[in-house]
């Protein structure tokens, strides 16, 4: 069983809507079917009890290996603890290659799974020793070493049940929320609003106390000390029992508290000094530790945190009662368990000591042994839920302590006898302000309800109904996508929208590129989603991108799909009919938005048949709209656009819209078929997003068919009187449109440029110039720069073959290198001639027929 091109699916993709590991399995003839290995499935199910059924009921094709790899990976995957349900194995036209797709949470442990996945498959098949716990733990540790802590994933649940886009930035804590303008982010539970000066007062404790006292909060007394002398003569002046502690430390580190001795602050300040180079002694406040959340102007939630501690038997060693206290499942290693085992290290046998304890002292029946003199729950600590408790004045003053401080999101610590009453009557204080606090506390407290602090965080982020989504459109199709792109964006540019556009040219931002090269894949789509100009998207979305990694984006407001052509790809990763390619190429209607839009080409029967996997609206758009299936749709009074009477006329029940085609330069009046098809597919699309009709016109008008506007489609040219076209055509499809337009072009004499994509069929090459072999009196065939794994001459000598019997044409040229293949066309052209030139490397060649064409046009000087 060899294992290749291992894909981890980013987003919703060709098989399903989760992430998933995507892997080419194959076979020997003996693997296609565990029937012909004896024994093997009982010792499968010896190593691995928990693996599914290999076979399900009623099944009676043989069982491949491949499939069992599936079944292994996503088992081990859950047995591990990871929410995966989904796998699918899909055989290949190739004898005893198969696909096996297994959803993934992260993408790490997937690959691990996979791994796990084969070594178990081949233990099974060699009868040799397959470490199950092993193999289960190190998936567990993996998963809580890259999932997000407990504080950033609850905010990114309480983002997904709102339907928010996330993406995580890093390895770490940093997300992102929503698209372009509308998007947010956060660092654990830190938003992009928390400001860095009050992030650095929150972290300087002295500071911090000062600006609570000026605002009225109780604090306890004490100031920053510079010595052991220093700190004993301030725990003097503020009164013992003291708390000594770094100036800025976080999670309690450094900290002692209650301290009532020389001897114990001398302990105390060495501790907080191996922590920090500032010290702070201030007044311990006797009570109870209390943590109250404050997000925006509220308390959101509270709890009561006990230090680490053990309670005695009797008949039970102190480190005897830690270990069956972490025996508690709730108990973890980690942030993943709502405890944290009990660290028995040097700081829980000095607090023992303090208490006149040692490891091995067996503590009375009901005495309390603390280990750790903090409360925090990375220690050990325990947390019940006191929310409902909070007096509303000390909720008041843990909001005004955030609010002095300028944190949006707060860890306010307070220490009182009791939640119930004012911090003034109890003596109670605010001991610390914190930045980025943690959430484990209150999202699974150790007693007590939990809190969705997660929820309040998003509603503090995004309002009532924010979603941080931006109009999103995405195309697909085998031609014209481009074209379509650009027209699109340039409609929501006229609606004075910044738009970020992805194509196969590059990547464009409020109109100027930032990118340049093929930017068709979900790369280029993420940069434009994370762009913060950006307020719609406009995202080209080839075939190879979705095949690669899936899409960029959960989902779109308007999927566009111009045609399913023949002869593009095919072949290619498995994708072998245009049955196949309409499957990939739907991908996008089927995540369209619950009230998006589908805009459908209902002359082309592979697109028109995706209507049925739309959860969204429905808009067909075709030249006549005779055809049954438009003529059914308007009828129901659904939208609709055609051609009629010279005019684009876009029908929704009795409402219509009607712009002469005479008034949309790109279709020359529309003479060009293709160009027509485009305009329909991008006014559907706007008219999706409820673009006004007036700024659509006034769009249309404004869009020429140049090489600024359409880099490569259609471009027209004259040259000493002839008419030069420059497209980027390069398939059977692409072929046939174009010959329908320039036959409806005036031209003496019919010279074409082309050359051939090596990565396509050998059919498909020589189809392109049977097409054109009927239309035009000259072919030039040249060698494009990248021959895409064919031979030198290979593809020319297709192309060649493609004219064999060709019905016009009567003269053939062949050059190696495209400008040469130019010049050899346009230097022959007189007046009234027509060249059509199928350009390759789009932006070089346009520019060296410029430059051509301005030379031509320039006074000769003697």
């Known amino acids: 069983m060899k294992l290749s091109r291992i894909r981890a699916l980013r987003g919703p993709n060709l098989w399903t809507h989760h992430t998933a590991i995507e892997v080419v399995v194959t076979c020997s003839p003996k693997l296609c079917s565990i029937t012909d290995l004896p024994g093997f499935e009982s010792r499968l199910r010896s190593r691995f009890p928990a693996i599914a059924p290999l076979q399900s009921v009623g099944q009676t094709d043989p069982v491949c290996l491949a499939h069992v790899l599936g079944l292994a990976a996503l088992g081990l995957q859950a047995q591990a603890g990871c929410p995966v349900t989904f796998r699918r194995t899909t055989p290949t036209l190739e004898a005893g290659v198969f696909q096996v797709i297994v959803e993934y949470t992260q993408e790490a442990v997937g690959r691990l799974?996979?791994?796990?996945?084969?070594?178990?498959?081949?233990?099974?098949?060699?009868?040799?020793?397959?470490?199950l716990q092993h193999a289960l733990t190190q998936l567990r540790d993996l998963d809580e070493d890259v999932r997000l802590g407990p504080s950033t994933g609850a905010i990114v649940d309480a983002a997904v049940a709102r339907q928010i886009p996330y993406r995580r930035m890093t390895e770490g804590s940093m997300v992102s929320f929503g698209w372009g303008s509308q998007q947010r982010r956060i660092q654990a539970a830190e938003t992009?609003?928390?400001?860095?000066?009050?992030?650095?007062?929150?972290?300087?404790?002295?500071?911090?106390?000062?600006?609570?006292?000026?605002?009225?909060?109780?604090?306890?007394?004490?100031?920053?000390?510079?010595s052991v002398e220093d700190a004993w003569a301030a725990a003097l002046e503020v009164g013992l029992p003291v708390v000594v502690k770094p100036m800025d430390g976080n999670q309690g580190k450094g900290v002692t508290v209650n301290i009532k001795t020389k001897e114990q602050l001398i302990a105390g300040y060495h501790t907080a000094k191996s922590f920090r180079s500032h010290v702070l002694v201030e007044r311990f406040l006797p009570g109870h530790d209390f943590r109250l959340l404050v997000v925006g102007n509220k308390l959101v939630a509270a709890a009561q945190r006990e230090a680490p501690h053990v309670v005695g038997d009797g008949q039970h060693s102190i480190r005897e009662l830690v270990d069956f206290v972490n025996l508690d499942p709730r108990r973890g290693s980690g942030h993943a368990t709502s405890l944290t085992k009990i660290r028995f290290d040097d700081i829980a046998l000095a607090c023992l000591a303090d208490q006149e304890l040692q490891a091995e002292s067996v503590p009375e029946l009901g005495q309390r042994v603390t280990l750790r003199r903090n409360a925090n729950l990375s220690t050990g600590g325990a947390a019940t839920d006191v929310t409902?408790?909070?007096?509303?004045?000390?909720?008041?003053r843990a909001v005004e302590a955030a609010k002095m401080v300028g944190?949006?999101?707060?860890?306010?610590?307070?220490?009182?006898?009791?939640?119930?009453?004012?911090?003034?009557?109890?003596?109670?204080?605010?001991?610390?302000?914190?930045?980025?606090?943690?959430l484990r506390m209150h999202i699974a407290p150790s007693f007590g309800k939990g809190r969705a602090v997660g929820e309040a965080i998003i509603q503090f982020m995004f309002g009532d109904r924010g979603n941080g989504r931006i109009p999103l459109v995405a195309v697909t199709g085998t031609n014209g996508k481009t074209t379509t792109v650009r027209l699109i964006s340039h409609l929501l540019t006229q609606s004075g929208l910044r738009v970020g556009m992805t194509n196969t040219d590059g990547v464009y931002i409020a109109g100027q590129r930032i990118d340049t090269g093929d930017c068709s894949g979900p790369k280029s789509a993420r940069n434009v989603l994370q762009h913060p100009d950006v307020e719609a998207a406009v995202l080209e979305t080839a075939r190879g991108g979705m095949l690669r990694e899936g899409l960029a984006f959960d989902r779109c407001d308007v999927a566009v799909v111009t045609n399913i052509g023949t002869g593009d790809h095919l072949g290619l990763n498995y994708i072998t009919t245009v049955e196949d390619l309409a499957v990939l190429k739907r991908v996008i209607v089927k995540n369209i938005a619950d009230k998006g839009t589908a805009v459908l080409n209902a002359a082309d029967p592979a697109v028109a048949?995706?209507?049925k996997h739309c959860t969204g609206a429905v808009t067909f758009f075709a030249q006549s709209k005779s055809l049954p299936l438009m003529a059914a749709h308007l009828a129901q009074g659904q939208r609709g656009i055609y051609v009629e009477n010279g005019c684009l006329v876009a029908a929704e029940g009795a409402n219509r819209y009607e712009i002469p085609l005479s008034a949309v330069p790109i279709t020359h009046h529309g003479t060009i078929g293709f160009q027509v098809e485009n305009v329909l597919a991008s006014v559907a699309a706007v008219w999706g997003l409820g673009l006004d009709w007036a700024v659509i016109r006034a769009g249309l008008a404004s869009f020429e068919n140049d090489s600024d506007n359409a880099l490569g489609r259609f471009n027209l040219f004259t040259y000493r009187g002839a008419t030069v076209i420059a497209d980027y055509g390069h398939n059977p499809d692409a072929m046939s449109a174009l010959v329908q337009a320039v036959n409806n072009m005036p031209g003496k004499r019919r010279t074409v440029v082309i050359s051939g994509a090596g990565d396509r069929r050998d059919e498909d090459i020589r189809q392109q110039t049977q097409i054109l072999g009927q239309a035009f009196d000259e072919v030039v065939l040249y060698q494009d720069q990248c021959q895409r794994g064919r031979s030198d001459g290979e593809v020319i000598a297709l192309l060649r073959e493609g004219l064999a019997g060709a019905s016009r044409t009567q003269g053939i040229a062949e050059i190696t290198g495209e400008f040469l293949a130019i010049d050899t066309a346009m230097d022959k052209l007189e007046e009234g001639d027509l060249c059509l030139i199928l350009v390759d490397q789009v932006e070089e060649a346009l520019s060296y027929i410029r430059a051509k064409i301005s030379q031509s046009a320039s006074p000769t000087v003697k």
């Open 388 to 396: 409902d408790d909070v007096h509303p004045k000390v909720a008041a």
């Open 407 to 438: 944190l949006d999101v707060c860890g306010v610590d307070v220490v009182t006898d009791s939640i119930h009453h004012p911090l003034e009557t109890t003596g109670g204080g605010v001991v610390e302000v914190n930045a980025a606090p943690g």
């Open 113 to 131: 799974a996979l791994e796990l996945a084969q070594a178990l498959c081949i233990a099974a098949l060699e009868d040799t020793p397959f470490d």
């Open 192 to 226: 992009d609003t928390t400001g860095a000066i009050a992030e650095s007062i929150a972290q300087d404790k002295q500071l911090t106390k000062k600006l609570l006292v000026a605002a009225g909060v109780p604090v306890p007394r004490g100031r920053e000390v510079s």
């Open 609 to 611: 048949a995706m209507a």
